[in-house]
């Protein structure tokens, strides 16, 4: 066969069902392999926003999501995206095409080193150079894609590789099964939890992974240890359980920080030092175990005690096995703070000034948003805010990028997410300015028919960096901008545009549109006063509250 229809052949035996991208001409005998091919192929507008959808698609579901460009320009455009798949583990095929490369009459026109660019931003980066190589290459770049921590993996196939003549067929697929913990590890981590006074289970990224979430669930119930998340460790286990303390939005000075300061040990679980810290370890303080499919990378805010190396669920069950409550345990004072967050994530949230503020917005969102609806944030100040008040009831049901911390993203994952999950509820959270960076995927979501609803938080600024520049005392500079009419601009694209003009509109316009066909976007003004009072000058303050 041709080499092209080996390579869909290759792709369609590691189950692949969408690719994401825009062909170029290099591409032409790949595009006509995958026309006749069950691999759908989910034309974008811009390369970068085809890498977030193929990235998200891996993240929700453990295989590799797939996008293809052209060379040059349009791999370029892949950039951004490889760094966000691989600073937030998750499973991406990029593919591109290239030149011939046994000989060419255009020089080097549109030609860059892609390997050598990719390298530093992947797992894994090969050129193809003869079609019989296709089987083994595309099964190493998803063998290594999806291990443990999984990441981004670049393929570039030539023009002329394409097109060759190969006998040879895809190979046959065995996956490995995750090693289990060491005995005598596990032995030591029992010990250690035995041992603590006041233990706290941190739950992070790496935990939403099949299995965990019940294990960890179990553990929480039979020994009644609390616990608290990072941004992306939400929703793993139900954030309304009694035990739940809060996600760390923060680093360091929120309230659930200080139950983090109070605990003399800490169950690290799927948390690795690519997520912005959601703690700092200092030397003679707080002990750490570390539970993860790797051992820790050691910076001078992590370097846990003990590091249980192997699958996490299996860990977690291992523990559960051996622990149950301890009479000499105390949480008397975990369940005060707890108690602090819930009030604080709870006030303000029926304030009816306008244009609204944060923790109503947030609320009214999780009232109508059903359990297993998700929400995909883009990159912006009020990431922190759903971080921190928006209580997740599932896995992966809140998509936020805590690692490259990228805008743009926010919108082409919703749409990623409603292809994998179509009966489910999306909704895609973007500010105006990450909005704008890929909102020509609007025509991409009409023209797919999707059912989406896009809420646009307007302040015609760089939110985020303006808040910070007010925090550092410097002048207001730099960071205003205009924004088109969002109604309007909804409906150029041929979905419906919709402005909350006051308070009270906002949770029922929200249920109406979540609830009816096609694309609509919600523009909110938005009033960001509240950063202040609350983010800066409230924890400032809260010394005595505990």
Wanted: one cysteine or more; proline letters at 4%; aromatic letters at 8%.
């Amino acid at each position: 066969m041709k080499a092209s229809d080996l390579f869909v052949r290759s792709l369609e035996n590691e189950g692949v069902e969408y690719i994401f991208g825009i062909p170029g001409e290099e591409n032409l005998d790949f595009l006509e392999s995958l026309r006749e091919s069950k691999i759908k192929l989910i034309l974008t507008r811009h390369e970068q926003a085809a890498g977030f959808m193929a990235a998200t698609c891996g993240r929700l579901t453990g295989k590799v999501g797939v996008c293809l460009s052209t060379l040059g320009p349009g791999v370029t455009n892949f950039v951004t995206a490889s760094a966000y798949a691989q600073l937030g583990a998750m499973p991406i095929m990029m593919i591109s095409g290239q030149k011939p490369i046994k000989k060419s009459k255009q020089g080097r026109f549109q030609i860059i080193d892609v390997i050598e660019m990719m390298r530093p931003i992947t797992k894994y980066t090969k050129q193809v150079v003869h079609g019989n190589s296709i089987p083994q290459i595309v099964r190493e770049a998803v063998r290594i894609s999806q291990e443990e921590r999984p990441g981004a993996v670049h393929i570039e196939l030539p023009e002329d590789i394409a097109a060759e003549e190969c006998d040879t067929k895809p190979f046959e697929i065995f996956h490995p099964r995750r090693p289990h913990p060491d005995a005598l590890a596990i032995e030591k981590a029992v010990n250690m939890i035995r041992e603590s006074k006041m233990p706290l289970i941190l739950i992070g990224a790496a935990a939403n992974r099949n299995r965990t979430s019940g294990a960890l669930q179990n553990l929480i119930d039979r020994t009644g240890i609390y616990f608290f998340n990072t941004q992306m460790g939400k929703g793993v286990v139900d954030e309304r359980h009694p035990k739940f303390l809060g996600t760390a939005a923060l680093s360091s000075q929120d309230y659930l920080h200080y139950a983090i300061d109070k605990a003399d040990l800490i169950i690290n679980v799927g948390h690795d030092v690519l997520e912005k810290p959601p703690f700092f370890m200092q030397i003679g303080g707080t002990k750490v175990i570390h539970i993860n499919y790797f051992s820790a990378s050691l910076d001078e805010v992590y370097f846990p005690q003990l590091d249980v190396v192997g699958d996490i669920a299996s860990s977690i069950e291992g523990l559960c096995a051996r622990l149950e409550k301890e009479e000499h345990w105390d949480f008397s004072y975990f369940e005060r703070v707890r108690e602090q967050v819930e009030f604080h994530i709870n006030e303000k949230s029926e304030d009816s000034r306008f244009p609204i503020i944060p923790q109503h917005l947030v609320a009214q969102v999780r009232n109508i948003m059903p359990d297993n609806g998700i929400i995909a944030l883009d990159n912006g100040v009020y990431k922190i805010w759903f971080a921190r008040n928006y209580k997740a009831y599932s896995s992966n049901t809140v998509l936020l990028d805590n690692a490259l911390a990228t805008m743009g993203a926010g919108f082409p994952s919703a749409i990623a997410a409603k292809i994998v999950y179509p009966k489910r509820k999306v909704m895609a959270i973007c500010g105006d300015g990450g909005f704008m960076m890929n909102s020509q995927e609007l025509e991409t979501a009409v023209r797919l028919k999707l059912d989406l609803v896009i809420l646009i938080l307007r302040d015609n600024a760089y939110g985020m960096i303006k808040w910070k520049q007010a925090g550092m005392g410097f002048q207001n500079f730099g960071l205003d901008y205009g924004n088109p009419d969002f109604v309007k601009y909804a409906q150029a694209y041929g979905a419906q545009g919709h402005r909350v003009g006051s308070n009270d509109q906002l949770g029922q316009l929200l249920q109406e549109c979540l609830n009816a066909s096609g694309i609509h976007l919600v523009e909110v003004p938005v009033d960001y006063s509240e950063n202040e009072r609350v983010l800066i000058e409230e924890l400032k303050k809260k010394t005595d509250v505990l």
